[in-house]
């Protein structure tokens, strides 16, 4: 089976920058695409970025590009965020994301496996 777990997530302060690392325990066989999606209290879950296990192309949202860099180490199975010039606006859960088929990729729907999230806050 799929087994996500993330970490890396922390508090820092406006500006600074954090790296967070997505794991697959269990197989990553038949997966194609990796994901980091963020969720702020009483917000829906929103797209961050995403990255194909094998051809390596990526995809950020608006609110984060020039900012975040998506990247992937496929010999340890592990996809990795990482975050800079961070703002109070990021502060979220921030969920990896794993699927197994193709579609629009920044719809939380299209992705079946899920890790448990790792807490971003970012102070002012």
């Known amino acids: 089976q799929v087994q996500l777990v993330e970490s890396g997530g922390g508090l820092v302060q406006a500006g600074g920058s954090l790296r967070l690392s997505c794991t697959d325990s269990?197989?990553?066989?038949?997966?194609?695409?990796l994901g980091w999606f963020r969720q702020a209290p009483g917000k829906e879950r929103e797209f961050v970025a995403a990255?194909?296990?094998?051809?390596?192309?990526?995809y950020y949202a608006d609110s984060v590009k020039g900012r975040f860099t998506i990247s992937k180490d496929n010999a340890v199975n592990t996809v990795y965020l990482q975050m800079d010039s961070l703002k109070a606006e990021d502060t979220a859960v921030y969920y990896c994301?794993?699927?197994?088929?193709?579609?629009?990729?920044?719809?939380?729907?299209?992705?079946?496996?899920w890790g448990q999230g790792t807490q971003v806050t970012v102070s002012s």
């Open positions: 994301a794993a699927r197994n088929s193709g579609g629009i990729m920044s719809f939380p729907g299209a992705y079946g496996y």
């Open positions: 269990g197989r990553t066989f038949g997966i194609i695409t």
């Open positions: 990255i194909g296990w094998i051809g390596g192309s990526t």
